[in-house]
């Protein structure tokens, strides 16, 4: 069974459209987290959640939003796409805060063209 | 979270063992150890991490200093699987919030036959 899943995994799409990308833990963890990959292969935190609540927003465009309707599910929503979050992104989930070891999904490849 | 430093690239032979260095000279005393590697077009995947005594898995061997302001990955027999980008990074175990990985550049492993 996958740990951590996501959908799709890949997505092309136009710019200015809305999207979405759904992320799935079904390892009973407490936070979840999305994480971008750009072109040069550095990956960033962008979000994470801690039993629905955000904990942290790093300086992330107010057009990305998380969603999480229960424990087991962060979805990222993003508006009004641009060619600069052409990316890969990655959901992750850790059982506790701290020094508790991260489980990542298989990524999804958003290109905005 | 502090910074880590760590070579571009490294290259070995196969079933040779791999001595992966990192250097963290600004960790504090809450700072984690933590060793993640990324095999191509997949997420990113936990090694192992540790505090201050060396730490053995399945998977890998990590060697910490006295000082704490270095450490080393080790695998024992590197396969062609083992071929990834391997990051070293930082994570402050205090707890009191959920808190993202910051993910260095890492260093691209390449395991010749």
């Known amino acids: 069974d996958t740990a951590v899943s996501q959908t799709p995994k890949y997505l092309v799409t136009q710019m200015g459209n809305d999207k979405s990308i759904k992320c799935e833990q079904n390892?009973?963890?407490?936070?979840m987290y999305w994480y971008k990959q750009d072109s040069k292969k550095f990956l960033k935190i962008m979000f994470s959640y801690n039993n629905k609540e955000l904990i942290i927003n790093e300086t992330v465009p107010n057009r990305f939003s998380p969603k999480s309707p229960d424990k087991a599910h962060l979805n990222l929503h993003i508006n009004s796409l641009e060619l600069g979050d052409s990316a890969v992104y990655f959901c992750?989930?850790?059982?506790?805060?701290?020094?508790?070891?991260?489980?990542f999904g298989p990524g999804t490849r958003l290109l905005v063209l | 979270d502090a910074k880590t430093t760590q070579p571009n690239s490294m290259e070995s032979n196969e079933e040779e063992p791999v001595h992966l260095p990192c250097n963290h000279s600004t960790i504090s005393g809450t700072d984690y150890i933590h060793w993640y590697r990324q095999l191509p077009s997949q997420g990113p995947e936990y090694v192992i991490h540790g505090l201050t005594s060396n730490v053995n898995n399945r998977m890998a061997s990590l060697a910490i200093a006295e000082d704490r302001k270095s450490s080393t990955l080790i695998l024992h027999r590197a396969t062609l699987r083992d071929a990834a980008v391997y990051y070293c990074i930082l994570h402050f175990g205090g707890g009191g919030g959920a808190d993202g990985l910051t993910f260095g550049k890492g260093t691209h492993l390449i395991i010749q036959p």
């Open positions: 992750a989930s850790s059982h506790r805060q701290g020094e508790e070891t991260q489980y």
């Open positions: 390892l009973g963890h407490d936070t």
